[in-house]
């Protein structure tokens, strides 16, 4: 397809954007093993590296003495870069801020909502990289203003909590102002040919996580590996919201029976609300508490049906008895393959 010096262009391009996003994180491979509550401790973020690709810590279910403490274990683990993943709503954002400053994490990824400028400041003071999460263009333009070091763009194809905007809409919606800043996309990739996709789009490199959930250095329960690698992509559903005045974040996540219980506990408080029976805060209180606790109810205590098992579309690409070198490899070759040997980078 195309003429011989067209298609060549385009294989220099994504080369150099490649090598844009290897030299940003500091390692071989610009794959990202997204931040995963439970999912992304020690073992897991330093087999990630230690293949070439980039582990990120995720602090967001931990104390930041346990944060310490990991940090720890996976430098003991690995000399390579690897990131540390904060969501602002951390009931102890600051303290655990303060440990990747104390620590000089060299990668912090801000998650979950417009991290204080503060934080930002902090961080780069300290000499770390800040990468954020931009879902919308006036928040990447305002990330950007912010001074963050690079973005992550994630549809809403991805595992976890999620926006409403597709991985494609979205990667074409900010990437054109990012301008310098690199930006790495995710929601459901499992593919190096979706990675190329992406380095089309303008992206430096992806970031990936259900893959990574079921690979043999995951510590999640075997059951809740299985769960994942037995589902199809239509089985990773978003969590229902059955009213708009219930104001429940979206999650998405292996339909289960917890799924449908929290169907039913909807339809059970707006009916109490309706009836006068309780208050509207209490109703949005409890929806927003149901699904606490749930996360490592499916990955630490493998209870695939009343815990959540948050995954990705991409969840119906995801084969058993994987490592996680072996799906950084793949990746990397498959990119190889399709846009050539990097001989610059
Ligand atoms: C089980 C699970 C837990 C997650 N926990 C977090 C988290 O704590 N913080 C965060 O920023 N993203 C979290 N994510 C999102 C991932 O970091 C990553 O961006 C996402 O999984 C990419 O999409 P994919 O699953 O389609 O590959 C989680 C995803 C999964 C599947």
Sequence with gaps: MGNGNGSGDLAAR?????????????????????????????????????????????????????????????????????????VTLHPRFDEVVAVCVEARVEHVILAGGLPPAAAIRALKDAGAKVTCFAPVVPVAKRLI?????????????AG??????????LAQEILPHAGEVPVFVAGGIATGAAVVACLELGAVGCQLGTRFAACAESPAHPDFKAALVRAQSRDAVISPRIDPRL??????????????????????????????????????????????????????????????????????LVKGGETAAGIVHSLAREVEEIVGESHGG
């Design 14 to 86: 994504l080369r150099a954007r490649w090598a844009r996003g290897a030299a940003f994180l500091g390692c071989p491979v610009p794959i990202v093993c997204g931040a995963m509550s439970w999912v992304s401790t020690h073992g897991l973020v330093a087999a990630v590296s230690e293949a070439g690709g980039f582990g990120v810590l995720a602090a967001s279910a931990m104390p930041p003495e346990e944060l310490v403490a990991e940090i720890a274990a996976t430098r003991a683990a690995t000399a390579r870069p690897f990131g540390v993943n904060v």
């Design 145 to 157: 203003r912010a001074g963050v070091d690079a973005l992550v763009v994630e549809g809403s194809e």
């Design 160 to 169: 976890g909590h999620v926006g409403p905007t597709s991985t494609l809409v």
């Design 247 to 316: 104001k429940t974040i979206p999650v998405r996540a292996l339909h289960n029976r917890a799924m449908d219980a929290f169907t039913a506990m909807q339809r059970e408080l707006l009916d109490a609300l309706d009836r006068g029976e309780v208050s509207a805060e209490a109703v949005q209180e409890r929806a927003e508490h149901f699904w606490a606790g749930r996360l490592r109810r499916a990955v630490v205590n493998g209870d695939v049906e009343e815990g959540s098992l948050m995954a990705g579309q991409g969840v119906g």
